[in-house]
């Protein structure tokens, strides 16, 4: 995907989540998040909106501390959340193409912009979908292309990373397969970081398999896993220690 249209997914991702959480009510308790409220989500969202347009605004080379949520809740708290996610838009939409700024995980981007965009654009993505389950309700579509694009950057990016739990002591290999897009993911597993290329050319312990906007939700632990073949202790290793730290 371009950087234009994680643009436009961020946008209206954004606006879906405020809807919902203003909707559900602040009360309202968020399923995939265990003790967190819908205004748990907002001020978590929000305060990962400000900080990533900080890094992009002032070409920050080096991390930044996330700053704490307000002291705000109901309407304020909405609205508070909607001004950060415009400030968020605005940010990336107004930037030099060429900006540099720092980034946090490897998967390949051609640039900190594009890297930013992508980022927050999952993001928000998977909270939208956090906010519309604490509301009730049919969640809006994500869309084949932009969760193939979610699961590249879950497991080349995120699971990557040295921080990824999800290890084995023996070697195993798990495959992802979305089912409406013909794309197809295998992930070495090891001691080390998970390994994970575009190919299907070797066997494997284990496939996941489904439409991709499942596959996406379920690889985030948002919803069950579609189809699982093959040794289901893979599956149950995912789900177990995938979560982001």
């Not at 995939?32 to 929000?46: I, Y």
């Not at 499942?214 to 073949?229: H, K």
Request: with cysteine.
């Amino acid at each position: 995907m371009e950087t234009a249209a994680h643009l436009h997914a961020l946008d209206r991702h954004g606006t879906l989540l405020a809807a919902a959480a203003e909707q559900a009510g602040p009360d309202a308790a968020v399923p995939a998040c265990p003790g967190w409220r819908a205004r748990d989500l907002l001020r978590h969202t929000g305060v990962v909106h400000r900080w990533a347009a900080g890094i992009v605004a002032d070409a920050r080379t080096s991390p930044r501390p996330m700053g704490d949520p307000p002291d705000l809740d109901g309407a304020a708290l909405v609205a508070w959340y909607r001004a950060g996610h415009r400030l968020l838009v605005e940010t990336l939409t107004t930037a030099p193409a060429d900006v540099e700024c720092w980034t946090f995980h490897p998967a390949p981007s051609p640039s900190p912009l594009a890297f930013w965009t992508r980022r927050q654009a999952h993001e928000t993505a998977v909270h939208r979908h956090d906010a519309e389950a604490a509301r009730g309700g049919t969640p809006d579509p994500l869309g084949t292309a932009f969760a193939v694009d979610g699961i590249d950057e879950l497991l080349g990016g995120f699971h990557a990373r040295t921080r990824s739990r999800v290890r084995s002591r023996e070697p195993r290999v798990l495959r992802v397969r979305a089912t409406d897009a013909d794309v197809v993911w295998t992930v070495r597993l090891s001691g080390g970081p998970p390994v994970t290329t575009r190919t299907a050319s070797t066997a494997c312990d284990t496939e996941l398999s489904g439409p991709a906007d499942q596959l996406y939700l379920a690889l985030w632990n948002r919803v069950p896993m579609p189809n699982v073949t093959g040794d289901h202790s893979l599956a149950t290793l995912w789900r177990e220690t995938s979560g982001i730290v």
